[in-house]
């Protein structure tokens, strides 16, 4: 089946794969050729397809799955393959965002640091499993 992961400002990935597995708001589940079609929003988690027996995974920043027999399309605001992960800068956002949260602020700004944290976690997340195939 194609798996097709498409951002405001680029397509991540259009290819050809065997499975994904992703986080939506409702639970984790996964995707073989075949599946019955499905609509589903996505977590700001990690996500894995397997391709030739190879497991590769993504960052994926939230968005909308749209699942059908043949086909995975993936909308999200942003999303990075582990090997595009800059590791230090995430490091330094997840430590900027955990500062923040330190502080008394504005529930909007709190939201958004929020945002950032589970942004860079998920970053992090992505390099650490990727490493471990």
């Known amino acids: 089946m194609k798996l097709e992961i498409i951002t405001p400002n680029k397509s991540i990935k259009e290819e050809k794969v065997d499975f994904v597995s992703m986080e939506g708001t409702e639970g984790s589940f996964g995707v073989l050729p075949g599946h019955t079609p499905l609509l589903a929003e996505l977590k700001i988690a990690p996500l894995h397809y397997v391709k030739?027996?190879?497991?590769?995974?993504?960052a994926v920043m939230g968005g909308i799955v749209r699942v059908l027999p043949d086909c995975v399309m993936i909308t999200t605001e942003d999303a990075e393959r582990?090997?595009?992960?800059?590791?230090?800068k995430a490091h330094k956002e997840k430590a900027d965002a955990e500062a923040y949260l330190t502080k008394k602020v504005e529930i909007t700004d709190m939201i958004k640091a929020e945002a950032q944290l589970r942004k860079a976690l998920v970053r992090l997340k992505v390099v650490e499993v990727s490493k471990r195939i």
């Open 52 to 58: 030739n027996d190879k497991k590769e995974f993504v």
């Open 82 to 88: 582990a090997v595009e992960i800059d590791v230090l």
